[in-house]
């Protein structure tokens, strides 16, 4: 039965691919976010940033650049947070029942559904990357053709973390639930604080001291951390603030969400092995 | 094709129960369907039908008593049982979005079908039930009937020991019916034992080997069709008069009448010997005591009748047609 989870991983592909609609949208709805909100708000901040003096020979990005790592982990945290609600469907449809009476693992259930959601997330990832540079974002700029490759990588390898976190956090909350208005609930409840006390939009040094504690270890923000230094760098100046992201912070961040992803799992795991769907 | 009754039964249940908080929707019971045969459970919607089939296939913990399914115990091997059996739910559980063969090849992959296997097995069982020209279709446009026969199909996918089928034929026209029990024992005369539960009649009837009816979470009896028919006597005699009350005073002390039940308007007499043999001896008492007869019906006790012997009511909901109408008009069985 290892291969339980790819069962699951098949049909949930089979239907992201069918409902065109959803999937058109979710694929346009990360780069609609970088075209109108990057666009609009960078052209007033890269102005009001434009007279702080930076010191000669550093790395200075622009806004859609500095909100562009902001909008891949963005995208990432609502299609995983969301993506629960596929469960709940299931559920309420019956259609978990032929599942849970097979003989496949519920580990395997869950890893199933939480692969998926890492293919959907590298899908919007990539497109966002690919848009933002299109619309002239500085990702990968002055980097090499194998840093640009190993600089994909490591966002990938941040994103598949961060979402499996929030994939099992969603699984967990769906498979306790029993109705998509109450999770629709909970999870727009959990998406505002998660996406606004983040380094997502703007530097978290000048926030209050408890609500800059929430923020640092706020798994978006590690998320974040992860994405600027794989995309523009270890070192540069965004809305006059440097940014010094050394190899230290970045396995840190990515050991966080290794510990972030293995207490979701576990909550999942808890939840599933309790559920009773008939 | 009788099975011999010392071959280990392939269900066993003994002394189950289960409680929905104070309420016990599954109480005490005990019975084993044996290998090979069709066996029914036979009650009224929250009976407990639903709650027995789903400690059987494992998807309700067991909270007390035995359960033992192919040989396994429902909650120490509960692999091992999902292994050995098939199950069709009560409602409709396709995915809209997937296509009839999709749906079969996800069930197999679940079950960790080799591949090879898998594509044979889709093959013959769309035969098997008359899908193969809608292999490619998605299950949404599919009508009732061919929804049901895809699920009986994919229940039957991994080559079960047992079909669990709850309800098998809710919601279907008279005629989609009746195919879907020739399907049904088509699929028991391969060799497989079938478990099912229904709140229709007609259904336990034809279709079972052996039922028990339940109700309020008891077995009330259990026997094949025509035991538990006999135990209500050979015949059913329906009569209304102008005294009823004076009528069932006498007729209960006529030797031939096995018992009286009053119903709305009339009574109803089951009766030892052949009644078209005793009823003109029956008139004849009544009209001696100067009792008229407006109505008389005779015909032999269908499963309804011996339904409403022993649970004591006519089925509780939409299931059955008015139990009262049938017993004053003949019919055709």
């Given amino acids: ?278 | 094709m009788e099975p011999a009754d010392t071959a280990p039964p392939i269900i066993r249940v003994e002394n189950l129960e289960h409680r929905y908080g104070d309420f016990t929707a599954v109480d005490t019971i005990s019975f084993t369907v044996k290998k090979g045969e069709i066996f029914s459970f036979l009650g009224p919607n929250g009976a407990g039908k639903s709650t027995v089939i789903n400690i059987l296939i494992t998807l309700l913990a067991r909270q007390k008593g035995t359960a033992v399914v192919a040989g396994f115990d429902v909650t120490t091997q509960p692999q091992q049982v999902r292994e050995s059996i098939g199950i069709v739910f009560q409602d409709i559980t396709l995915d809209r979005d997937m296509t009839v063969r999709e749906i079969l090849e996800f069930h197999g992959r679940l079950y960790n079908m080799p591949m090879a296997e898998r594509k044979a097995r889709i093959d013959e069982l769309l035969k098997l039930v008359q899908l193969d020209s809608k292999r490619d279709e998605l299950t949404k446009r599919l009508s009732g009937g061919m929804k049901r026969r895809l699920e009986i199909a994919r229940g039957l996918m991994t080559r079960p020991k047992i079909l669990f089928l709850d309800e098998p034929t809710i919601g279907l026209d008279p005629q989609t019916r009746m195919r879907m029990w020739e399907y049904i024992k088509n699929v028991n005369n391969e060799g497989t034992t079938i478990f099912l539960t229904t709140h229709y009649m007609d259904e336990a009837d034809q279709l079972s080997d052996r039922i028990s009816i339940i109700d309020h979470g008891k077995i009330v009896i259990t026997g094949t069709s025509g035991e538990l028919k006999n135990t209500l006597g050979r015949d059913l005699i329906y009569l209304e008069t102008d005294n009823n009350d004076a009528a069932i005073r006498i007729l209960k002390d006529v030797a031939a009448v096995r018992d009286i039940r009053e119903k709305s308007g009339g009574f109803i007499l089951t009766v030892h010997e052949d009644g078209t043999r005793i009823l003109p001896s029956l008139i004849d008492t009544l009209r001696k005591s100067g009792i008229e007869i407006s109505t008389i019906n005779l015909k032999k006790p269908t499963m309804d009748d011996v339904f409403v012997h022993y649970t004591g009511k006519e089925l509780r909901d939409e299931g059955a047609a008015p139990a009262r109408a049938m017993h004053i008009q003949p019919r055709g069985r």
């Avoid at chain 1, 840093?147 to 994103?159: D, K, N, Q, W, Y």
């Avoid at chain 1, 099992?168 to 999870?187: D, N, R, V």
Wanted: aromatic fraction near 16%.
């Fill in chain 1, 1 to 278: 039965m290892a291969y339980g989870f790819f069962t699951i991983y098949w049909r949930d592909m089979i239907r992201f691919v069918r409902f065109k609609t959803l999937l058109v949208s979710s694929l346009l709805q990360p780069a609609l976010w970088m075209a109108f909100f990057g666009i609009a708000m960078s052209s007033n901040f890269d102005q009001l940033t434009a007279g702080i003096p930076v010191p000669p020979g550093a790395h200075v990005v622009g806004y859609l650049t500095f909100m562009g790592a902001g909008i891949i982990a963005m995208t990432t945290l609502f299609t995983s947070l969301f993506s629960g609600i596929v469960i709940l469907f299931d559920k309420n449809w019956g259609l978990m029942r032929e599942i849970l009476a097979s003989p496949t693992d519920r580990n395997q259930i869950i890893l199933g559904i939480a692969l998926s959601g890492v293919t959907k997330s590298f899908i919007q990832a990539i497109i966002i990357m690919a848009f933002g540079i299109l619309i002239g974002a500085a990702f990968f700029a002055g980097f090499t053709l194998p840093e640009t490759a190993i600089g994909v990588a490591g966002i990938l390898a941040f994103v598949a973390l961060f979402a499996l976190g929030f994939l099992f956090l969603s699984a967990a909350i769906a498979i306790s639930m029993e109705s998509p208005e109450g999770l629709q609930g909970i999870m727009t409840l959990l998406t505002m604080p998660i996406f606004f006390a983040s380094n997502a939009l703007y530097p978290i040094d000048t926030f209050p001291e408890i609500l800059k504690i929430i923020s640092i270890y706020n798994p978006l923000t590690l998320l974040i951390n992860g994405i600027r230094y794989f995309a523009i760098g270890p070192d540069f100046i965004a809305m006059g603030k440097h940014y010094l992201i050394s190899q230290g912070d970045v396995v840190l961040s990515f050991a966080g969400l290794v510990v972030f992803a293995a207490i979701m799992f576990a909550f999942a795991y808890w939840r599933f092995s309790r559920a009773v769907v008939t």
